[in-house]
Every structure is written in structure tokens, then in C-alpha cells.
């Protein structure tokens, strides 16, 4: 079972660079979530989405875009990395009639 | 806004023992979930055990329970017969309404043989 998949697990950039995290889901679940992971401050929401075609910003937006064509799919771009957004990014998901969440490996990026 | 609070940064505890890691939260909300999330060294955050706020009765998984204080607006994580894989950064978690979770800042337990 796949559950939830992020693609890379690893990546460097250069400042200025863009780079597109893909996350993947196969449980059919309505919503996903981006978060990033720093030491000392816990999981931080990016941005979110309730279903396809929707997206939502969460408490720490800015630098970061994101877009849900397909339903399994969820998208974070970065247009132009900052070494500020070198952390591990997780994606998560969760159908509407439960609250628990089901995470993926985690992404890991930095940014020189 | 709600808050999730953490206050144990890192614990330890001998292999066989109990430990019980702290979560205090804060809500004007009545109805809501309660959650504590195992994240081992491989990264990959798991779930422990859930609490729906509206169920007084403590949750219970095999060697994990909480202690559930609603009016303290309390939730602690119990880990009986602690083994050397529970070694892990565990996190507390609040979904109040349909989309957001909050995360404490996390608790790191390392178990010791």
C-alpha cells in the first residue's frame, strides 16, 4: 500500500531557483496538507486544500504556491527559494469522516 | 487561537518503564480532536491515539493511554513497558473544526537500555 508519496526525498538548490514537491495519494482522501518541520517549532501548516480545485494558506504561506488539479495530487512550488525554507516538508492527507492524518516520508530541502 | 503546548523538550526513560509526556492546549471550542503522533528517526509521523473531546472515557492503545483532563484542558501521553523502539519525537496534535490541525513543538523520548 502506498498511502501517501513525496517526490524528491532530497533535494538541493541555489537561491533564486524554483522546484515543484509533488505529493501523491492513493486512499481517495479529500483533503491534503503541506507542512514544514524545523527544529524547536513542530509542524507548521503551509497551505492546504478540502478537495479538488481548492487551496487554502495556512499559518506560514508566503514563498510557497500550491495547486490540487487531481484529487490524489497536491503540488508545493517554490518560485524563488530562500535558504530561509531550508527544512524537511511533509505532505499529509486525511479523508472528510476521520481526523486522523496519514503522513508522508518527508522532503527533504536546502537551500544555499 | 488555539495553542498546543508542549513543555517537556526531550525525556528519558529506562527499558520496562513508564514515562508520560505532557500536552496542555488551549480552545473556546467544545467539540474537538485530541491526538498524539509518533515521529521516529526514520522521519515517517505516525498516529499513537486519538481523544474525541466529547468522550469522557480515556483512550486506550495496547501500551499507550492518555489521560484526558477536559476542564484542565490537558491531554498526557502514558507509555507503559517502554521499549527500546518507542524511541521517537512525539508530538500532540488539536483538530478543531473540518481542516486544521495544530501541532505542539514536540516532545523527543529516548528510551535507554
Known amino acids: 500500500n502506498a498511502g501517501v508519496t513525496q517526490t524528491p526525498k532530497f533535494r538541493v538548490l541555489k537561491t533564486g531557483q524554483s522546484m515543484t514537491l509533488l505529493c501523491a495519494q492513493d486512499?481517495?482522501?479529500?483533503?491534503m496538507y503541506w507542512y514544514r518541520q524545523d527544529p524547536g517549532m513542530g509542524l507548521r501548516l503551509i497551505h492546504y486544500?478540502?478537495?479538488?480545485?481548492?487551496?487554502a494558506k495556512g499559518e506560514v504561506p508566503d514563498g510557497y504556491n500550491v495547486s490540487r488539479l487531481k484529487k490524489q495530487n497536491f503540488l508545493l512550488g517554490l518560485e524563488s527559494a530562500a535558504p530561509s525554507q531550508t527544512s524537511v516538508y511533509f505532505c499529509?492527507?486525511?479523508?472528510?469522516?476521520?481526523?486522523?492524518?496519514?503522513f508522508g516520508e518527508g522532503s527533504r530541502l536546502t537551500v544555499l | 487561537a488555539q495553542t498546543v503546548t508542549q513543555s517537556q523538550p526531550e525525556m528519558s526513560v529506562q527499558e520496562a518503564e513508564t514515562v508520560t509526556l505532557s500536552c496542555t492546549y488551549d480552545?473556546?471550542?467544545?467539540?474537538?480532536?485530541l491526538f498524539w503522533y509518533k515521529q521516529p528517526p526514520s522521519r515517517q509521523m505516525i498516529l499513537v491515539i486519538r481523544?474525541?473531546?466529547?468522550?469522557?472515557q480515556n483512550a486506550t492503545e495496547n501500551r499507550f493511554s492518555v489521560n484526558f483532563q477536559k476542564a484542565a484542558k490537558s491531554f498526557s501521553l502514558k507509555i507503559s513497558d517502554s521499549q527500546l523502539g518507542d524511541t521517537a519525537m512525539y508530538f500532540c496534535?488539536?483538530?478543531?473544526?473540518?481542516?486544521?490541525?495544530?501541532f505542539g513543538t514536540g516532545t523527543r523520548l529516548k528510551v535507554l537500555a
Open positions: 499529509a492527507s486525511r479523508p472528510g469522516s476521520t481526523g486522523e492524518l496519514f
Open positions: 486544500s478540502v478537495g479538488e480545485g481548492t487551496t
Open positions: 480552545t473556546s471550542e467544545s467539540n474537538y480532536y
Open positions: 481523544q474525541e473531546a466529547y468522550k469522557q
Open positions: 496534535a488539536f483538530l478543531s473544526g473540518t481542516y486544521k490541525y495544530i
Open positions: 486512499m481517495n482522501h479529500e483533503y
